[in-house]
Protein backbone atom coordinates (compact mmCIF):
# COMPACT_ATOMS: atom_id res chain seq x y z
CA UNK A 1 0.00 0.00 0.00
CA UNK A 2 2.93 2.31 1.29
CA UNK A 3 4.41 1.59 -2.54
CA UNK A 4 1.37 2.50 -4.72
CA UNK A 5 0.95 5.74 -2.65
CA UNK A 6 4.77 6.53 -3.30
CA UNK A 7 4.71 5.64 -6.75
CA UNK A 8 1.74 7.91 -7.07
CA UNK A 9 3.17 10.76 -5.84
CA UNK A 10 5.83 9.96 -7.63
CA UNK A 11 4.27 9.86 -10.72
CA UNK A 12 2.29 13.07 -9.89
CA UNK A 13 5.78 15.44 -9.54
CA UNK A 14 7.37 13.82 -12.80
CA UNK A 15 8.50 16.71 -14.72
CA UNK A 16 6.01 16.62 -17.17
CA UNK A 17 3.14 16.92 -15.24
CA UNK A 18 4.10 19.55 -12.67
CA UNK A 19 4.96 21.40 -16.45
CA UNK A 20 0.93 20.56 -17.84
CA UNK A 21 -0.17 21.41 -14.37
CA UNK A 22 1.46 25.03 -14.39
CA UNK A 23 0.53 25.41 -18.09
CA UNK A 24 -3.11 24.28 -17.10
CA UNK A 25 -2.91 26.69 -14.16
CA UNK A 26 -1.24 30.16 -15.87
CA UNK A 27 -3.88 29.75 -19.11
CA UNK A 28 -7.02 29.59 -16.79
CA UNK A 29 -5.43 32.87 -14.64
CA UNK A 30 -4.42 35.01 -17.48
CA UNK A 31 -7.40 34.11 -19.98
CA UNK A 32 -9.93 33.38 -17.98
CA UNK A 33 -9.98 36.59 -16.12
CA UNK A 34 -10.07 38.11 -19.57
CA UNK A 35 -13.10 36.55 -21.14
CA UNK A 36 -15.73 38.69 -22.05
CA UNK A 37 -19.71 37.88 -22.12
CA UNK A 38 -20.03 37.59 -26.31
CA UNK A 39 -16.35 36.33 -26.70
CA UNK A 40 -17.27 33.44 -29.28
CA UNK A 41 -18.52 35.88 -31.63
CA UNK A 42 -15.26 37.15 -32.96
CA UNK A 43 -14.86 33.90 -35.10
CA UNK A 44 -14.29 34.66 -38.64
CA UNK A 45 -13.81 32.02 -42.06
CA UNK A 46 -12.18 33.96 -44.35
CA UNK A 47 -13.02 32.76 -48.79
CA UNK A 48 -12.42 34.14 -51.68
CA UNK A 49 -13.42 34.49 -55.01
CA UNK A 50 -10.41 32.72 -56.27
CA UNK A 51 -7.28 31.51 -55.23
CA UNK A 52 -4.65 34.83 -54.75
CA UNK A 53 -7.01 37.01 -54.13
CA UNK A 54 -5.96 38.48 -50.55
CA UNK A 55 -7.52 36.16 -48.48
CA UNK A 56 -4.14 35.85 -46.10
CA UNK A 57 -3.52 39.46 -46.52
CA UNK A 58 -7.16 40.42 -45.26
CA UNK A 59 -6.68 37.38 -42.54
CA UNK A 60 -3.95 39.22 -41.36
CA UNK A 61 -5.06 42.24 -41.22
CA UNK A 62 -7.89 41.28 -38.95
CA UNK A 63 -5.57 39.74 -36.90
CA UNK A 64 -3.53 42.45 -36.55
CA UNK A 65 -7.16 45.42 -35.83
CA UNK A 66 -7.84 42.27 -32.39
CA UNK A 67 -4.29 42.25 -31.12
CA UNK A 68 -4.56 46.09 -31.29
CA UNK A 69 -7.45 45.90 -29.16
CA UNK A 70 -6.47 43.46 -26.27
CA UNK A 71 -8.17 40.29 -28.06
CA UNK A 72 -6.48 37.07 -27.56
CA UNK A 73 -6.10 36.38 -31.31
CA UNK A 74 -5.01 33.60 -33.37
CA UNK A 75 -4.78 32.69 -37.11
CA UNK A 76 -5.95 29.16 -38.43
CA UNK A 77 -5.08 27.76 -41.68
CA UNK A 78 -6.20 24.48 -41.53
CA UNK A 79 -5.39 23.10 -45.11
CA UNK A 80 -2.64 25.10 -47.60
CA UNK A 81 -0.95 23.58 -50.58
CA UNK A 82 1.87 25.38 -52.52
CA UNK A 83 4.05 26.48 -49.88
CA UNK A 84 7.42 27.89 -50.46
CA UNK A 85 10.79 26.88 -48.71
CA UNK A 86 12.96 29.78 -48.67
CA UNK A 87 16.73 28.63 -47.04
CA UNK A 88 15.21 25.84 -45.40
CA UNK A 89 12.17 28.36 -43.78
CA UNK A 90 8.52 27.63 -45.16
CA UNK A 91 6.83 30.52 -46.42
CA UNK A 92 3.29 29.63 -45.44
CA UNK A 93 0.09 31.74 -44.98
CA UNK A 94 0.03 30.64 -41.44
CA UNK A 95 3.53 32.34 -40.81
CA UNK A 96 2.12 35.59 -41.59
CA UNK A 97 -1.14 35.25 -39.37
CA UNK A 98 1.09 33.99 -36.56
CA UNK A 99 3.32 37.70 -36.71
CA UNK A 100 -0.21 39.30 -36.38
CA UNK A 101 -1.31 37.20 -33.19
CA UNK A 102 -1.04 37.10 -29.72
CA UNK A 103 -1.25 34.23 -28.75
CA UNK A 104 1.07 31.09 -29.95
CA UNK A 105 0.49 27.67 -30.93
CA UNK A 106 2.23 25.13 -32.80
CA UNK A 107 1.65 24.87 -36.47
CA UNK A 108 0.85 20.96 -35.53
CA UNK A 109 -2.69 23.10 -34.47
CA UNK A 110 -2.84 25.52 -36.54
CA UNK A 111 -1.87 24.18 -40.07
CA UNK A 112 -2.11 20.45 -39.87
CA UNK A 113 -2.69 19.82 -43.34
CA UNK A 114 0.08 20.96 -46.03
CA UNK A 115 1.58 20.94 -48.79
CA UNK A 116 4.22 21.60 -51.19
CA UNK A 117 2.44 20.91 -54.87
CA UNK A 118 0.30 23.64 -56.27
CA UNK A 119 -2.41 21.28 -56.57
CA UNK A 120 -6.37 21.40 -55.03
CA UNK A 121 -5.12 19.73 -51.61
CA UNK A 122 -7.48 16.67 -52.04
CA UNK A 123 -6.01 15.62 -55.02
CA UNK A 124 -2.80 15.76 -53.21
CA UNK A 125 -3.87 13.48 -50.11
CA UNK A 126 -5.38 11.22 -52.59
CA UNK A 127 -2.34 10.38 -54.09
CA UNK A 128 -1.00 9.90 -50.69
CA UNK A 129 -3.29 7.43 -50.13
CA UNK A 130 -4.03 9.82 -47.14
CA UNK A 131 -7.35 11.80 -46.38
CA UNK A 132 -8.02 15.06 -44.85
CA UNK A 133 -9.90 14.51 -42.01
CA UNK A 134 -13.00 17.38 -41.25
CA UNK A 135 -12.76 15.84 -37.23
CA UNK A 136 -9.53 17.19 -37.32
CA UNK A 137 -10.48 20.90 -38.27
CA UNK A 138 -12.88 21.23 -35.39
CA UNK A 139 -11.06 19.07 -32.82
CA UNK A 140 -8.12 21.87 -33.64
CA UNK A 141 -10.70 25.02 -33.92
CA UNK A 142 -12.06 23.51 -30.47
CA UNK A 143 -8.49 24.05 -28.69
CA UNK A 144 -8.11 27.36 -30.43
CA UNK A 145 -11.71 28.19 -28.84
CA UNK A 146 -10.28 27.36 -25.41
CA UNK A 147 -7.47 29.88 -25.47
CA UNK A 148 -8.68 32.40 -27.90
CA UNK A 149 -11.18 35.04 -28.52
CA UNK A 150 -10.52 36.17 -31.77
CA UNK A 151 -10.36 33.46 -34.59
CA UNK A 152 -9.44 34.26 -38.25
CA UNK A 153 -9.62 31.26 -40.13
CA UNK A 154 -8.69 30.79 -43.82
CA UNK A 155 -10.18 28.37 -46.36
CA UNK A 156 -8.11 27.47 -49.59
CA UNK A 157 -9.09 28.87 -52.87
CA UNK A 158 -12.67 29.36 -53.01
CA UNK A 159 -15.68 28.44 -50.95
CA UNK A 160 -16.14 25.38 -52.74
CA UNK A 161 -12.62 24.03 -52.54
CA UNK A 162 -13.23 20.06 -51.80
CA UNK A 163 -11.20 18.91 -48.97
CA UNK A 164 -12.43 15.01 -50.20
CA UNK A 165 -14.10 13.62 -52.88
CA UNK A 166 -17.55 13.94 -51.10
CA UNK A 167 -17.22 16.97 -49.05
CA UNK A 168 -16.48 20.87 -49.48
CA UNK A 169 -14.97 23.12 -47.09
CA UNK A 170 -18.03 24.80 -47.16
CA UNK A 171 -19.56 22.11 -46.11
CA UNK A 172 -17.29 22.09 -42.59
CA UNK A 173 -17.89 25.82 -42.40
CA UNK A 174 -21.49 25.21 -42.57
CA UNK A 175 -21.49 22.19 -39.89
CA UNK A 176 -19.58 25.01 -37.67
CA UNK A 177 -21.27 27.83 -38.42
CA UNK A 178 -18.80 29.94 -38.85
CA UNK A 179 -19.67 33.59 -40.00
CA UNK A 180 -17.83 34.05 -43.29
CA UNK A 181 -16.15 37.23 -44.66
CA UNK A 182 -15.54 37.09 -48.42
CA UNK A 183 -12.62 38.45 -50.13
CA UNK A 184 -13.23 39.87 -53.90
CA UNK A 185 -9.76 40.31 -55.42
CA UNK A 186 -10.66 43.18 -58.02
CA UNK A 187 -9.70 42.11 -61.96
CA UNK A 188 -11.63 40.83 -64.91
CA UNK A 189 -14.06 38.10 -64.54
CA UNK A 190 -14.40 38.76 -60.39
CA UNK A 191 -18.20 40.07 -60.86
CA UNK A 192 -19.28 36.68 -61.81
CA UNK A 193 -17.14 35.17 -59.22
CA UNK A 194 -18.50 37.34 -56.67
CA UNK A 195 -22.01 36.58 -57.19
CA UNK A 196 -22.17 33.15 -57.39
CA UNK A 197 -20.23 33.08 -54.49
CA UNK A 198 -22.05 35.12 -52.64
CA UNK A 199 -25.57 33.70 -53.32
CA UNK A 200 -24.04 30.66 -52.88
CA UNK A 201 -23.38 31.63 -49.15
CA UNK A 202 -26.62 32.98 -48.51
CA UNK A 203 -28.31 29.73 -49.95
CA UNK A 204 -25.86 27.74 -47.52
CA UNK A 205 -27.72 29.40 -44.80
CA UNK A 206 -24.30 30.22 -42.78
CA UNK A 207 -23.76 33.54 -41.72
CA UNK A 208 -22.82 35.77 -44.35
CA UNK A 209 -20.67 38.37 -41.86
CA UNK A 210 -19.44 40.56 -44.98
CA UNK A 211 -17.33 40.79 -47.58
CA UNK A 212 -14.01 43.16 -49.05
CA UNK A 213 -12.79 44.00 -51.80
CA UNK A 214 -9.43 43.75 -52.46
CA UNK A 215 -7.30 46.16 -55.27
CA UNK A 216 -4.80 43.23 -56.17
CA UNK A 217 -3.68 45.12 -59.10
CA UNK A 218 -1.77 48.10 -59.31
CA UNK A 219 -4.03 49.92 -61.79
CA UNK A 220 -7.61 49.21 -62.09
CA UNK A 221 -9.95 50.79 -65.11
CA UNK A 222 -13.70 51.34 -63.69
CA UNK A 223 -12.86 50.92 -60.01
CA UNK A 224 -16.00 52.90 -58.73
CA UNK A 225 -18.55 51.04 -61.38
CA UNK A 226 -16.82 47.46 -60.30
CA UNK A 227 -17.31 48.87 -56.48
CA UNK A 228 -21.02 50.18 -57.26
CA UNK A 229 -21.76 47.40 -59.02
CA UNK A 230 -20.65 44.64 -56.53
CA UNK A 231 -22.18 46.73 -53.37
CA UNK A 232 -25.32 46.37 -55.82
CA UNK A 233 -25.44 41.98 -56.07
CA UNK A 234 -23.45 41.32 -52.73
CA UNK A 235 -26.15 40.85 -49.93
CA UNK A 236 -23.95 41.50 -47.37
CA UNK A 237 -22.57 44.50 -45.70
CA UNK A 238 -19.58 45.62 -47.00
CA UNK A 239 -16.85 45.95 -44.40
CA UNK A 240 -14.27 47.68 -46.79
CA UNK A 241 -11.34 47.85 -49.88
CA UNK A 242 -7.75 47.56 -49.29
CA UNK A 243 -6.03 49.43 -51.58
CA UNK A 244 -3.10 47.81 -53.78
CA UNK A 245 -0.01 48.16 -52.30
CA UNK A 246 3.81 48.62 -53.48
CA UNK A 247 4.85 46.92 -49.94
CA UNK A 248 3.48 44.49 -47.67
CA UNK A 249 4.27 46.52 -44.63
CA UNK A 250 1.91 48.94 -46.30
CA UNK A 251 -1.23 46.66 -45.62
CA UNK A 252 -1.11 47.58 -41.85
CA UNK A 253 -1.27 51.47 -41.91
CA UNK A 254 -3.35 53.07 -39.65
CA UNK A 255 -5.97 54.06 -41.84
CA UNK A 256 -6.21 50.43 -43.48
CA UNK A 257 -6.46 49.04 -39.66
CA UNK A 258 -8.85 52.02 -38.85
CA UNK A 259 -11.32 51.49 -41.82
CA UNK A 260 -12.07 47.30 -41.45
CA UNK A 261 -11.86 48.00 -37.28
CA UNK A 262 -14.93 50.32 -37.39
CA UNK A 263 -17.00 48.20 -40.04
CA UNK A 264 -16.39 45.28 -37.88
CA UNK A 265 -18.02 46.48 -34.70
CA UNK A 266 -20.55 48.29 -36.70
CA UNK A 267 -21.81 44.96 -38.15
CA UNK A 268 -20.62 43.05 -35.12
CA UNK A 269 -24.19 42.85 -34.28
CA UNK A 270 -25.19 41.38 -37.80
CA UNK A 271 -25.21 37.74 -36.90
N1 LIG B 1 -3.98 44.96 -52.12
C1 LIG B 1 -2.89 44.34 -52.55
N2 LIG B 1 -1.85 45.05 -53.06
C2 LIG B 1 -0.74 44.44 -53.51
N3 LIG B 1 -0.54 43.11 -53.47
C3 LIG B 1 -1.53 42.35 -52.95
C4 LIG B 1 -2.75 42.91 -52.49
N4 LIG B 1 -3.53 41.91 -52.03
C5 LIG B 1 -2.85 40.79 -52.21
N5 LIG B 1 -1.65 41.02 -52.75
C6 LIG B 1 -0.62 40.02 -53.09
O1 LIG B 1 -1.25 39.02 -53.87
C7 LIG B 1 -0.76 37.73 -53.52
C8 LIG B 1 -1.94 36.86 -53.10
O2 LIG B 1 -2.46 37.33 -51.87
P1 LIG B 1 -2.84 36.29 -50.74
O3 LIG B 1 -1.68 35.38 -50.48
O4 LIG B 1 -3.37 37.05 -49.57
O5 LIG B 1 -4.00 35.48 -51.48
P2 LIG B 1 -4.83 34.23 -50.96
O6 LIG B 1 -6.23 34.44 -51.40
O7 LIG B 1 -4.58 34.07 -49.52
O8 LIG B 1 -4.18 33.02 -51.78
P3 LIG B 1 -4.28 31.42 -51.45
O9 LIG B 1 -5.55 30.95 -52.05
O10 LIG B 1 -3.07 30.87 -52.11
O11 LIG B 1 -4.24 31.25 -49.97
C9 LIG B 1 0.28 37.96 -52.40
O12 LIG B 1 1.57 37.99 -52.96
C10 LIG B 1 -0.10 39.32 -51.84
O13 LIG B 1 0.99 40.01 -51.24
C1 LIG C 1 -2.81 26.15 -54.50
C2 LIG C 1 -3.73 27.25 -54.05
N1 LIG C 1 -2.94 28.41 -53.70
C3 LIG C 1 -4.62 26.85 -52.86
N2 LIG C 1 -3.80 26.57 -51.70
C4 LIG C 1 -5.52 25.69 -53.16
C5 LIG C 1 -6.56 26.05 -54.17
C6 LIG C 1 -7.55 24.94 -54.41
C7 LIG C 1 -8.42 25.24 -55.60
C8 LIG C 1 -9.43 24.20 -55.88
C9 LIG C 1 -10.18 24.57 -57.15
O1 LIG C 1 -9.70 24.20 -58.24
O2 LIG C 1 -11.17 25.29 -57.09
MG1 LIG D 1 -3.71 32.50 -48.50
Known amino acids: MYCIVVKKIQYILTYKN ?3 FLQK ?3 KIIFNTRRKKNDMKNNWFITGTDTEVGKTIFSSILLKIGT ?3 YRTVGYKPISSNIIEENNIKKTDIELMKKNSSVYFPNKILNPFNFYEPFPPHFIVQKQNKKINPVILSK ?3 ILRKYCNWIVIEGAGGWHTPISNDYLYSDWVIK ?3 PVILVVGLKIGCINHAILTSNT ?5 VPFFGWVCNDILSTQNYKKEYLSCLKK ?3 APFLGNIPYVSSKKHFYTNKILQIFDKSIKNFENYH
Open 18 to 20: ILN
Open 25 to 27: FFF
Open 68 to 70: KNG
Open 140 to 142: NLN
Open 176 to 178: EKI
Open 201 to 205: IIDNN
Open 233 to 235: HIA
